[in-house]
């Protein structure tokens, strides 16, 4: 599930209830062990754990994060959970969000998060079209009405005005929970993750992609994030994590099936032969040329100045424009170069 958009009032209020009870409770994102110096940490998810922890649970299984002094705890989201302010509370070491447009809009409103890994290199999220009337580019969107989900519609007013495409050349409506608007004709495309499988079997072969990256909006994805008081004072901790995720999303790419096994031993209500089809695309989202040279989880600043400059210009940032140093902290990658290396 996607959230490129959040209510500048409620997440503000969150934030304060939840840090008012995290310091009523003396909760903390990461505790010493009292023997083994052992770092519980704990993994907020923006949405219902699914194969975007396939890594983690992987190098939980494998004993990567035991490795590493670390014992990790996934804690799932969902619709009434606002991963964002548990995390800036203090509830949660770090987070993992869908897409790195929720750090940038965070950051505006003046919550202390940054982006410390890009786990997805490019974002998955696709507009999907019929053969009969293809959208291979954005050029042919022109004419075409669009089905998207409301929180994505901020993603079609981007891709356009990056095109250079007016709006009124294209129709946008509200996507239903399905891809049935697509398979009636009310729509001439839908979006969604091209890795949700699952969904996109109803389409079939007839099916036409064109990814919101390679039309000219390149977001990451599966974004960690932490604050900034956890970076100052817990870095190591960040480190040791790192370490093992990334050899857990490496052991993944090279014993996918294996992988699965443990996902959905972890996690029962997902579907193997649904998850057995994705881990492939999935792989390929978190590895690539990219992170050949730079390692797992790779950052660059070009990219992220890219994004703000595409929110600014459609005047998303509810206070100050954020920089790139505001959103994304790129000391945990630089101190764990060569174990990401080794597995990029």
Do not use: C
Not at 106 to 130: C, D, E, N
């Amino acid at each position: 599930m996607s959230h490129f958009m959040m209510n500048r009032r409620r997440f503000i209020s969150n934030v304060a209830t939840v840090g008012g009870l995290a310091a009523a409770q003396t909760l903390i994102g990461v505790r010493a062990g009292l023997a083994e110096d052992v770092a519980q940490v704990k993994m907020q998810l923006g949405w219902l754990a699914s194969n975007g922890v396939i890594g983690e649970v992987a190098a939980q299984k494998k004993g990567f994060f035991k490795e590493q002094g670390v014992e990790l705890e996934i804690v799932p989201g969902g619709p009434n959970v606002d991963g964002v302010a548990g995390v800036a509370a203090g509830q949660s070491t770090l987070g993992q969000i869908s897409s790195s447009p929720s750090v940038m809009l965070a950051r505006s409103a003046g919550i202390p998060v940054k982006a410390f890994l890009a786990g997805y290199q490019k974002h998955p999220f696709t507009y999907f079209s019929l053969k009969k009337a293809p959208i291979r580019e954005p050029k042919d969107m022109i004419g075409k009405t669009i089905a998207t989900q409301p929180t994505a519609f901020i993603l079609l007013r981007a891709l356009l005005a990056k095109n250079g495409i007016a709006e009124d050349q294209v129709t946008m409506v509200n996507m239903g929970s399905d891809m049935n608007q697509l398979l009636t004709g009310q729509a001439d495309a839908v979006t969604g993750w091209v890795t949700n499988t699952n969904a996109l079997s109803v389409l079939g072969d007839d099916r036409v992609d064109m990814m919101l990256w390679d039309a000219g909006l390149q977001l990451y994805a599966n974004v960690y994030y932490t604050t900034d008081e956890q970076l100052d004072k817990h870095a190591d901790v960040l480190v040791r994590f790192t370490t093992a995720a990334a050899k857990g999303w490496g052991y993944v790419r090279d014993h996918p099936e294996e992988a699965v096994d443990m996902l959905v031993e972890t996690y029962p209500n997902l579907d193997k032969a649904s998850e057995l089809k994705a881990v492939g695309p999935i792989a390929k989202f978190s590895f690539g040329d990219t992170t050949k040279q730079f390692g797992w989880g790779a950052m660059n600043r070009e990219n992220w100045a890219a994004q703000i400059k595409a929110y600014a210009d459609l005047k998303q940032f509810t206070g100050t424009v954020p920089t790139i140093d505001d959103v994304a902290s790129f000391a945990i990658l630089d101190a764990t170069a060569d174990i990401r290396k080794q597995v990029g």
